[in-house]
């Protein structure tokens, strides 16, 4: 049976399967346990909120393993941005907003959610670009920078799907449980460092980096976070972006690192 292609990724196809569902279809060299990994953290995110599409389990197509997701009728909000610009600042009011929201999430006593300390440790400690004696020093501060909300890993405005009925997160393949402060961060390196050696005119790469300010002023605000937390985040979130592999943004990265750590 031919399911017709919605879009893809790296890792993955995104197929119709039915007037309900969507189906991610996993590329053939996918481990089968990372499947089923996402498959119990979609599924966790999505019993906690309707922020989340519902999980409508695992299928087989073709010997190909797939995750059944409620289709969600809109644009990511990255595309939305762009294309609707005289909305920008309420777009990133919105997005902070929908963060803290999930932030707010009452977690049970028992999940399948790893904490930021888990990944990150691990992380910093592969990135040959430090050396030994910083990676140390990372890992050391991440020791002592922890929270028990749920943070989605990822979060940015390509994950996040403007409806009709409002915002939704979708991809939770990354989740874990830690500090708010944490995602935040991490989202201001992701938006510094996209404009890091980028063909890009002038007044988009201002645009975006507006985008950010706006959704970050708004986030600390309904949050009151601190700043010097804020700035203990920085040098670790960029060392998570070395580990990713951004080659373009090393010695932007490397730079960060040294100057809050």
């Given at each position: 049976?031919?399911?017709?292609?919605?879009?893809?990724?790296?890792t993955?196809?995104?197929?119709?399967?039915?007037?309900?569902?969507?189906?991610?279809?996993?590329?053939d060299w996918?481990?089968?346990?990372?499947?089923?990994?996402?498959?119990?953290?979609?599924?966790?995110?999505?019993?906690?909120?309707?922020?989340?599409?519902?999980?409508g389990?695992?299928?087989?197509?073709?010997?190909?393993?797939?995750?059944?997701y409620?289709?969600?009728?809109?644009?990511?909000?990255?595309?939305?941005?762009?294309?609707?610009?005289?909305?920008?600042?309420?777009?990133?009011?919105?997005?902070a907003?929908?963060?803290?929201?999930?932030?707010?999430?009452?977690?049970?006593?028992?999940h399948?959610?790893?904490?930021?300390?888990?990944?990150?440790h691990?992380e910093?400690?592969?990135?040959?670009?430090?050396?030994?004696?910083?990676?140390?020093?990372?890992?050391?501060?991440?020791?002592t920078?922890?929270?028990?909300?749920?943070?989605h890993?990822?979060?940015?405005p390509?994950?996040?799907?403007?409806?009709?009925?409002g915002?939704?997160?979708?991809?939770?393949?990354?989740?874990?449980?830690?500090?708010?402060?944490?995602?935040?961060?991490?989202?201001d390196?992701?938006?510094y460092?996209h404009?890091?050696?980028?063909?890009?005119?002038?007044?988009?790469?201002?645009?975006?980096?507006?985008?950010?300010?706006?959704y970050?002023?708004t986030?600390?605000?309904l949050?009151d976070?601190n700043?010097?937390?804020?700035?203990?985040?920085?040098?670790i979130?960029?060392?998570?972006?070395l580990?990713e592999?951004?080659?373009?943004?090393?010695?932007?990265?490397?730079?960060v690192?040294?100057r809050?750590?």
């Amino acid at each position: 049976m031919k399911h017709k292609l919605i879009a893809e990724g790296r890792t993955a196809t995104i197929h119709e399967w039915d007037d309900t569902y969507v189906v991610k279809l996993f590329r053939d060299w996918v481990d089968p346990a990372y499947i089923a990994y996402e498959a119990r953290l979609g599924a966790f995110a999505a019993s906690l909120t309707d922020l989340v599409p519902s999980f409508g389990g695992v299928v087989d197509v073709n010997g190909k393993q797939g995750l059944l997701y409620a289709r969600v009728d809109g644009e990511n909000l990255w595309v939305y941005a762009h294309r609707q610009q005289w909305d920008v600042p309420a777009l990133a009011q919105d997005l902070a907003k929908l963060q803290f929201d999930i932030h707010q999430l009452p977690l049970p006593l028992e999940h399948p959610v790893p904490t930021i300390q888990d990944r990150l440790h691990k992380e910093i400690m592969e990135v040959d670009l430090l050396s030994e004696e910083k990676r140390g020093q990372l890992a050391e501060t991440l020791a002592t920078l922890t929270g028990n909300v749920l943070l989605h890993g990822d979060f940015h405005p390509a994950n996040v799907m403007k409806t009709s009925a409002g915002l939704m997160v979708i991809d939770w393949p990354n989740a874990l449980i830690g500090p708010p402060v944490a995602e935040v961060a991490r989202l201001d390196i992701i938006f510094y460092g996209h404009n890091i050696n980028d063909d890009k005119p002038d007044w988009q790469k201002q645009g975006e980096l507006s985008f950010f300010r706006t959704y970050r002023d708004t986030y600390f605000e309904l949050a009151d976070l601190n700043q010097a937390d804020y700035e203990q985040w920085l040098p670790i979130m960029a060392a998570q972006r070395l580990h990713e592999g951004f080659p373009n943004q090393e010695a932007w990265l490397l730079d960060v690192i040294e100057r809050y750590s």
